[in-house]
């Protein structure tokens, strides 16, 4: 069995998919954003999708659903007025107004719990609506 990582807040586990997603993604440069979901039956954060090193902050907000909640992480590259590159990861908590309410109980008592795996994360984002997290907000974040 896969090692995993106990969340003691909701009696949910990590499983080690996303803390391997995640290194991959602030070492490797190989993934822009990594989507995780919670599995009520398995008490389990998994990795629910992977967007590649040439796919855009657009593509995750189109891959995260209207009606459930999810927890993203972004890298965000960009240049600063000093013209040095810099690279910002950034944890977003998703809980649309039309998710259920058991849903957004369970993502917020386990989001620390996730936090305290995924070490390197710059910023954090709570969203119930896209407005709440467009790419203008992540800009002026990330300065």
């Not at 990590?14 to 009520?40: L, Q």
């Not at 189109?62 to 009606?67: E, K, T, V, W």
């Not at 997290?133 to 990330?142: L, V």
Request: proline share 2%; aromatic share 12%.
């Amino acid at each position: 069995m896969a090692m995993a990582f106990k969340m003691a807040t909701a009696g949910m586990w990590v499983a080690d998919e996303c803390k391997n997603s995640f290194m991959e993604m602030k070492w490797k440069k190989v993934h822009r954003y990594i989507v995780f979901k919670i599995d009520e039956k398995s008490k389990l954060v998994t990795v629910d999708k992977v967007g590649g090193a040439g796919e855009g902050y657009s593509d995750l907000t189109a891959s995260l659903p209207d009606d459930d909640c999810r927890y993203a992480v972004f890298d965000f590259d960009f240049v600063t007025v000093d013209n040095c590159r810099k690279s910002k990861i950034f944890f977003i908590a998703w809980a649309p107004s039309a998710s259920k309410i058991r849903a957004k109980m369970l993502y917020a008592t386990s989001k620390d719990g996730l936090r305290r795996v995924l070490d390197g994360i710059h910023y954090e984002v709570q969203a119930t609506d896209p407005s709440e997290m467009g790419f203008d907000i992540i800009q002026d974040r990330a300065k």
